[in-house]
């Protein structure tokens, strides 16, 4: 079976970032070719994607409505192994503590815990926050404070930029896994948790393919989207599942989607979003 690596930047993400989604992709391509699994592609790839300080996740962040950074990833595969954190702070890359907490008897690890736990595992402390990221927060206090909104309000209303990243991959050996990765949306509250960690809502994997989501959060984890296009899979190929899945939203709802199964990749999305893949024949959809 041919490998097949899709990364993304994120739901909203535009052509300025669209290099770094073809060196995430690259990253995870040369672990394949080295004699990597799907998972060592997946982690490598996002790797990348929360390095670059352009993308909302890892470094550059968006900030919680009190000025802290509270991160998410998660990282599934085909053998229905999971590894998440949420609401971690002060690391530079969260997939990597998720990956480590796929070694554990536990699926997810939260808030001020996840944190404890990568540190316990050589994780040192660093702090994601960036100069855009702070301009950031202080434009979404103003908004507030001049539209009297509380702080959840309207939020997906008002959503721009770019959101969640992640990747998924397929190995020579038909294993498949899904990962991503996230620093949120604006008008967070300390301790908000998206659906970027949620098993089945921001990611799925198993024997059938890998899916991965982006969007606004508390939409996606309503439908249970990626469990939702996974089951679709067998029925729709890669193809089709992927623009079910972004049919059960309105189009003011933001959602992107990237898959892989046994019968290639795809991706869909209502936005702009930057994104590649080394499969063959796939094209851009918006739906």
């Known amino acids: 079976m041919r490998p097949i690596v899709v990364t993304h930047c994120g739901v909203g993400s535009i052509a300025e970032v669209q290099d770094v989604a073809g060196r995430s992709g690259r990253a995870g391509m040369q672990q394949l070719r080295r004699g990597g699994s799907a998972l060592d592609a997946a982690i490598a790839a996002v790797v990348v994607?929360?390095?670059?300080?352009?993308?909302?996740?890892?470094?550059g962040s968006r900030m919680r409505l009190d000025g802290s950074i509270q991160m998410d990833a998660a990282v599934m595969d085909s053998r229905r192994r999971v590894g998440a954190v949420a609401a971690i702070s002060n690391v530079k890359n969260p997939i990597l503590v998720a990956r480590k907490v796929m070694d554990t008897?536990?699926?997810?690890?939260?808030?001020?815990?996840?944190?404890?736990?990568?540190?316990?595992?050589?994780?040192?402390?660093?702090d994601p926050a960036t100069d855009r990221a702070r301009e950031r927060w202080h434009n979404t206090l103003t908004e507030l404070a001049k539209k009297k909104l509380p702080a959840w309000a309207k939020a997906w209303r008002t959503y721009s930029g770019s959101d969640t990243?992640?990747?998924v991959a397929r190995d020579g050996k038909g294993r498949f896994v899904a990962a991503n990765s996230t620093g949120g949306v604006s008008y967070m509250l300390p301790g908000r948790v998206g659906?970027?960690?949620?098993?089945?809502?921001?990611?799925?994997?198993?024997?059938?393919?890998?899916?991965?989501?982006?969007?606004?959060?508390?939409?996606?984890?309503?439908?249970?989207?990626?469990?939702?296009?996974?089951?679709?899979?067998?029925?729709?190929?890669?193809?089709g599942a992927c623009d079910a899945g972004l049919k059960l939203f309105p189009k003011s709802v933001p959602i992107g989607l990237i898959a892989v199964a046994k019968d290639g990749?795809?991706?869909?999305?209502?936005?702009?979003?930057?994104?590649?893949?080394?499969?063959?024949?796939?094209?851009?959809?918006?739906?």
């Open 265 to 287: 990749a795809a991706e869909a999305d209502n936005r702009e979003m930057a994104w590649w893949t080394t499969a063959a024949h796939v094209r851009k959809r918006r739906v």
């Open 105 to 126: 008897p536990h699926l997810l690890l939260t808030g001020e815990w996840a944190t404890r736990f990568a540190r316990r595992h050589g994780f040192p402390f660093y």
């Open 49 to 59: 994607l929360e390095d670059d300080p352009r993308t909302n996740a890892g470094t």
């Open 195 to 239: 659906d970027s960690p949620i098993v089945g809502a921001g990611l799925y994997a198993g024997p059938m393919g890998a899916v991965a989501a982006t969007g606004v959060g508390e939409e996606i984890v309503r439908l249970v989207l990626c469990k939702f296009v996974y089951d679709q899979i067998e029925d729709l190929g890669v193809r």
């Open 165 to 167: 990243v992640g990747a």
